[in-house]
């Protein structure tokens, strides 16, 4: 059987946290050359810059990789996708997000835990949804809300260290 199970799961340390806490971008998979570790991960992304969305620390933001799979064509794909919530509605990040929405980026997040994903590592993530919202009351929500998808045959991998991509000022 070429897709064997070889060994199980157990139930590890109680030091796992949830959320985001920023979101790193670079324009398209082409011109990007993804090389991974021997011991698995991505040990370096090469040939595209990245560029920090920061997110509030206390926010909504998630990250979300779902099996998708269809029994009757023998088919399964992970679908990833990820919400990000960026304060103060402007000229400036109107324009940023504009240009996002266009293209079909690389995406890696850095989750509270301190790790770093890479999304989108073949076919990129495409802005799937997303709104500028000004708020109704004066303590509301005033900024941009942004929805990537990517859609790949094998699941996200982890980065080796932040020191695997070059980001952008």
Sequence with gaps: MPCAITSGFTIDCKDAVGGLKN?????????STITSSVSGG????????????ELMPQGADSFEEAIQSNPA??????????V??????????????QAIAQTK???VIEKKDGTYW?????????????????GSAMGDFNGQTLTLVGN??????????????????
């Design 42 to 53: 991505v040990s370096l992304v090469s040939g595209v810059t990245f560029y920090k969305y």
């Design 23 to 31: 979101i790193y971008l670079a324009t398209g998979v082409s011109g």
């Design 152 to 169: 790949e045959a094998s699941p996200a991998q982890q980065l080796t260290s932040i020191s695997a991509i070059t980001i952008g000022v």
């Design 73 to 82: 064509n023998g088919t399964i794909f992970y679908q990833q996708t990820v």
């Design 84 to 97: 990000g919530n960026f304060p103060k509605m402007s000229q400036t990040s109107r324009n940023k997000f």
């Design 118 to 134: 890479l999304l989108g590592q073949v076919y990129g993530c495409e802005v799937t949804a997303g709104s500028h919202l000004s």
């Design 105 to 107: 980026p690389l995406v």
